[in-house]
């Protein structure tokens, strides 16, 4: 039995010899590198802040004043739409005489050609062209 417990040992012992470079947290002496001491680098002089020069603020651009191109000459109140169409719903209605200003969009519906107006208080929608005339003050 002694003889037995022997054997066994011997080859714990075998095995630990051999697979103990595996099992081992340390490294061997051999494959270590020394670190190299940490050198001083000198500081970066601190660049001066360089002042910004103010802008030169430009005029506000000038609100285009409202001018009248258009007339309604239709003898009864007419829509004013918010798409080129009759489906649109419309914005309000125009009386007879009521000044628009022609923004410079035309689109053709069907037969009908509508023109894209702006009323004096700002509002924008469409008009049929048939409805309205050039208006000179």
């Not at 095995?15 to 081992?24: D, E, K, N, Q, T």
């Not at 802040?49 to 430009?58: L, Y």
């Amino acid at each position: 039995m002694a003889i037995s417990i022997l054997i066994i040992i011997a080859g714990f012992i075998w095995i630990y010899v051999r697979l103990g470079p595996y099992l081992s947290d340390f490294i061997p002496s051999g494959a270590a590198d020394a670190t190299p001491a940490p050198t001083e680098v000198a500081a970066a002089a601190t660049p001066e802040a360089t002042p910004t020069p103010e802008p030169t603020p430009e005029p506000p651009t000038p609100t285009p004043t409202w001018q009248a191109t258009h007339r309604v000459s239709a003898n009864t109140d007419v829509n004013f739409r918010s798409g080129p169409n009759t489906i649109s719903p419309p914005i309000r209605t125009l009386a007879p005489g009521t000044l628009l200003q022609f923004l410079g969009e035309e689109q053709q519906t069907g037969n009908t050609t509508w023109m894209r107006c702006r009323l004096e208080d700002g509002t924008e929608g469409w008009i049929a062209a048939t409805l309205v005339t050039p208006y000179e003050p």
